[in-house]
Each structure stands twice: as C-alpha cells, then as structure tokens.
C-alpha cells in the first residue's frame, strides 16, 4: 500500500512541473512520459509508452538523442539543446538534462528533464531574418538601417558632477574602437550611455545591435550570436548570426553576467580574434564589430560570485562606466521631472506645469529603488489621474509616500513591520557603502556589523559596492 502510494504521489508530483519529464529503460523503450512532456511533443500517451525512442521521434538518431547517448555512456550530459521531428512531423526545440539511472554498475535506463523552448527559438530567428532584411534592404534609409539607436548624448539629461563627468568620458570613448563595460543598477539609464556611444562613434551609419543575454536559453544565444549552417541540426538552415548582421557597427551585449560561462569563453576568443565560426561551419568569417556590454551588478562581485569569466571581463572592461544611482545624483530630479513632464505632455495630450513643493519633497525623501525608469513610471502615471496644471501627493502611488514624514507618516501602517524593516536597512546599507566610497570593510564598521554580513545583505538587495 505504501509503495503503491508513493508512485502515485510521485506521478501527481512530475505531472504538475513545468518541464518535461521522460523515463527510457536499457533497451531505449519508453516507460514514462508526464503530461507536459507529452504536450510538448503533441503525442498521446498511447503512442509513446512502450515505444523505442527513434520510433516516437524519428527525425532522431543513437548520436543525436540525448537519451540514448546517455544510455550508451553512461555519463550525464545537462542543458544541451535537442532540435527534432515529433511524432507528428513538427519540428520542436528543447533544453535537456539528460542522467543515468544506474544500479549496482548496470545502466537500467536513463531519465531526462526537458525545456521546450521552441517559441523562443522561432521568434528570434524571426527577429534576426527582419534584422538581415532590414540591413539588406537597398530603398533602406541611414536612420533604418541603424537600428534601434536612438539616444544621443544631448539626450542624457542631468548637470551633476557624476553625469557631467561621465558623459565626457564617454564622449571620449566614442572616438575609438575599444570594447566597453558598463554597469549599474536596473534603470539608472546604461543603454541610453551605450547608444549614445554608438551614435557619436565612426560606426554610426552602420548597424546597432542589441541582445539581453538573460532573456534567452544560452544553448540557443550561441547559435543567435554565431549563426548557423544547413544541416548543423535538424531542419538548421543557412542563417547569420548578430555578429554578421553587426559587421561594422556595434553589438551590445547587455546581462553578459547572465551568459554561460563556456559561451563566454567562446566570445572571449571572437573578441582576440576577430573571426566568428557558424555553427556547423569548418570556415571562419572576419568580423569588424565593436562591442558593448552591461551588467546590473558590480563586476568584481560577478568576477568573485563565478558570474563572468574574469579573462572575458578584463578584455571587455578595456573602458568601463558605472551608472550611479537615482539617490546619488538627486540634484538632478527637478530637471529630470521637468524632462519627463514635457514628454509626457506631448505623449498624452496634457498641459502639466510642474509638480508641487509637497511633491518635491518627497521626491526628495524617496531612495527610488527603481532608479530614473521608476521616476518616469510615477510621472507618467501621476499625469494620467491629474485634474490640474501640477501634480500634487494625491496623484503619486501611495509607496512613494511611506517614508515622506508629517501626515503621510501614518500611512507606515498600511505595510508590514517586516517589509518596513527592509526597507530602512537597505537605505542604511546603501548610505553606509556611499559614505565609505564603496569600501565595504569600512561599511560593516560603521553598520557595527561582521563584513561578511554586510556582503551577504548586499547581496540580497542588490547593492553594488563602487
């Protein structure tokens, strides 16, 4: 009874996670196959169990089945990319992890997990067809064939110290080739810096590229990078990848934190080269394209946390820039306010003038977590609930007022002690490492906290030490 209960949890317990799960035995035969896993591959549980795996999938062989290769070695393989015809004749795209199932040294079968990611892969081969078109196109104006950089220099507003030394050192930037890092907080502006860079360069009638790292399975952004050759996997066909459609311009590679490790030193040897190799490819292809990345953390921790090769970082990092934070450059909220209302104007019909003192002050006292895409967000939300020429505090999210003081005071109590706590220690935190000049050490003393403490709370609220 027992026994007969525990397989009936466990199935419940593999029938509701999100991937694919499939159990073969040593004969290659399936025996299991939970729901999504059917699903994924549009089959029906009848036609599946019982059945050799090349006879479910036969656009497969013994080298290019995940399952069978693990069977035949007996070693684990993980998150390899398996493109296939289904039993159907659709062609689906998966992540696998593929383990032995082992018992006194004799291979009984071998048990995968599966992430089907065939939509992602669709729409960015997709998105670089419309890319290879749009660059080929010959009626193509300058301005098209760029690409998506749109931000100048003269579009980074702000008069501060901080900003004003940055935009001139990436002024001078712009005049060479050099690979650059930037880095920052979510929303302090890092892509604005990047397209600006571009736009100020001697590539700029040449195309700007632009891919988020973390928002694609890494097995699948090699072939997105490098591009691919007919018959490099099931139903591959001829196509470039970003660094062919970048040739001469710029690439910007942002959340390169979020790259796998043996993708990046693949880059790394694209970068000392020049020279990209299709996947599947025997040739090279000589490229001339600059490079930009970003990361949301500070690049030592990355380096220490295993998040970025520190050989790749070194090369990249030739420049680099680090974006300060909304609350260090506060001087420059009444102009940014300013920016943001007159778009918004234009953009909603409006006639805004300004904001409030009331609401300036608690610009003041706000430390704006979301940085300058938060600002933005407020105001374009407090100008669509205004009835008036000035937005006022009843027009503005009832967070922004938590921690104002005088009457907004009271509404503290509308939030938990925990989530309050969290937030008065992080502002102490963030305070504490820019009153120290990003020296940790000096920050968990004045906290009167072990470092090791401090650097584990950092960590936990994603503060970067400078």
Request: with cysteine; glycine share 6%; net charge neutral.
């Amino acid at each position: 009874m027992d026994s007969l209960l525990t397989v009936f949890t466990m199935e419940k317990i593999l029938n509701h996670i999100d991937e694919g799960i499939q159990i073969i035995d040593h004969r290659g035969k399936i025996r299991y196959s939970n729901e999504i896993a059917l699903e994924m591959d549009d089959v029906k549980r009848e036609d599946v169990i019982g059945n050799h795996v090349l006879s479910v999938y036969p656009s497969l062989t013994d080298k290019t089945s995940t399952l069978l290769q693990v069977l035949r070695t007996g070693e684990s393989i993980h998150d390899v990319k398996q493109e296939f015809l289904n039993f159907k004749g659709n062609k689906i795209t998966t992540i696998n992890t593929s383990i032995p199932i082992i018992e006194d040294e004799n291979i009984l079968g071998a048990i995968e997990i599966s992430r089907d990611i065939t939509k992602v892969r669709a729409l960015s081969e997709q998105l670089i067809d419309l890319q290879k078109e749009l660059y080929n196109e010959e009626g193509a104006t300058v301005e098209e064939k760029k690409g998506t950089a749109k931000f100048r220099f003269q579009d980074i507003i702000g008069s501060t110290k901080e900003i004003v030394s940055l935009k001139r050192k990436a002024m001078r930037t712009a005049e060479n080739d050099s690979s650059v890092m930037v880095y920052g907080s979510t929303g302090t502006g890092k892509e604005l810096i990047v397209q600006a860079i571009h736009n100020s360069s001697r590539r700029r009638e040449k195309p700007f590229i632009a891919q988020n790292c973390a928002a694609i399975p890494g097995t699948l952004l090699e072939s997105i990078l490098f591009g691919t050759v007919k018959g490099s996997f099931t139903d591959a066909d001829n196509r470039p990848g970003l660094f062919e459609l970048a040739n001469g311009g710029t690439l910007f590679l942002d959340e390169i934190n979020s790259m796998p490790f043996e993708l990046q030193a693949k880059l790394l040897r694209v970068l000392e080269e020049g020279r990209i190799r299709r996947i599947g490819d025997v040739k090279t292809k000589k490229v001339d394209v600059r490079i930009i990345a970003a990361m949301n953390m500070d690049p030592y921790h990355a380096m220490k946390e295993r998040k970025i090769r520190d050989d790749l970082f070194y090369r990249l990092s030739v420049v680099a820039f680090r974006i300060p934070d909304l609350v260090e450059r506060k001087d420059d909220l009444k102009t940014l306010v300013q920016h943001f209302i007159a778009k918004y104007n234009r953009l909603l019909n409006r006639n805004v003038k300004g904001i409030t003192t009331g609401v300036l002050q608690v610009f003041y006292q706000y430390h704006w977590p979301g940085n300058i895409r938060e600002l933005e967000n407020v105001i374009e939300g407090a100008m669509n609930m205004i009835d008036g020429h000035y937005i006022t505090e009843e027009d503005l999210p009832s967070h922004l007022t938590l921690f104002s003081g005088g009457e907004k005071q009271s509404k503290a109590f509308q939030f938990s002690l925990k989530e309050s706590m969290k937030h008065w220690e992080k502002q102490f935190i963030q305070d504490a490492i820019k009153e120290t000049g990003g020296n940790v050490t000096k920050a968990a003393q004045l906290l009167k906290i072990p470092r090791q403490t401090l650097q584990y709370k950092m960590k936990k609220y994603g503060i970067a030490a400078e």
